[in-house]
């Protein structure tokens, strides 16, 4: 399967960086933020990391948010939720909380997706989370794709 899916791309910017990790034949998380390469596929800086995840902010948040988190797995190249061990789930609640005593949030969003990115609409093929806050009250709803409905298009 491939670790890039173009269809689901929301702009230019992300285009070119999925087009280059898809040449270079690898996964652009597992570069990013498994090892100890540079980032060079997504290059906004890594805000906190441990030996599970890395934490970065989308470099294409979603139009409405104030806040816009990745939480990447870094244990390895898994997609699914039963590809991760127990101490990772745990670290993910540690830095669940971290990022909501970090930016202060008083509320948000998190989901993540897994699996086939035609039924979830992501763009990558590797198991990651988000932290999203829009910010106000009352305001415009902040909406998010976290996959498909069913019908035809």
């Not at 890395?54 to 470099?59: D, G």
């Not at 509320?107 to 989370?129: E, K, L, W």
Request: charged share 20%; aromatic share 14%; hydrophobic share 35%.
């Amino acid at each position: 399967m491939t670790q890039v899916n173009m269809r689901h791309s929301r702009t230019t910017m992300q285009s070119e960086a999925m087009e280059r990790s898809k040449k270079d034949r690898v996964c652009p998380f597992c570069h990013d933020f498994c090892g100890e390469n540079t980032p060079i596929y997504h290059t906004k800086p890594i805000l906190n990391k441990t030996a599970w995840w890395a934490v970065t902010e989308n470099f294409e948040p979603y139009s409405g948010s104030k806040v816009h988190l990745l939480l990447i797995y870094r244990g390895g190249h898994v997609t699914m939720p039963s590809e991760i061990p127990t101490e990772g789930w745990a670290d993910l609640g540690h830095i669940v909380e971290w990022a909501i005593r970090e930016y202060k949030l008083p509320a948000g969003g998190f989901f993540f997706r897994f699996g086939d990115t035609d039924y979830t609409g992501a763009t990558i093929n590797h198991f990651h989370a988000q932290i999203i806050f829009g910010g106000e009250k009352y305001g415009e709803r902040l909406r998010v794709k976290l996959g498909y409905t069913g019908m035809a298009k």
